[in-house]
């Protein structure tokens, strides 16, 4: 099959599938820029060695919630975040 010019070009979108690409392109960007807003916007505390950590809660694998403050005075806590090499 030969290809021509004719058959190489873009397929022009209609305009309401124009305008809906642009809405949703226009929806994606606000989003983007809401969440690096709510990011950007946390609190931001600089530990230093020694000092006390901060209160926080997760939930455990078992689905209970468990805090930091449940083991003060109980066992060492120990914090490790490993970062995945790529």
Same mark, same amino acid.
């Not at 021509?4 to 873009?10: F, K, M, S, V």
């Given at each position: 099959?030969?290809h ?10 209609s ?17 983007t820029?809401? %969440?690096? /807003? ?5 609190? =931001?505390?600089?530990l230093? &060695? $020694?000092? +006390?950590?901060?209160?926080?809660? %997760?939930? /455990? ?5 468990? =805090?930091?403050?449940?083991? &003060? $005075?109980? +066992?060492?806590v ?5 970062m995945?090499?790529?």
């Open positions: 099959m030969k021509t010019l004719i058959n190489l070009q873009r397929k022009r979108l305009r309401p599938q124009a305008g809906r690409r642009w809405l949703s392109l226009a929806a994606l960007l606000i989003l820029g809401m %969440l690096l /807003a709510a990011c950007s916007s946390a609190p =931001s505390q600089d230093e &060695v $020694g000092d +006390q950590a901060p209160e926080f809660s %997760l939930t /455990a694998t078992s689905g209970e919630t468990v =805090s930091l403050s449940d083991y &003060v $005075g109980k +066992q060492p120990l914090l490790y975040f490993h995945a090499v790529g």
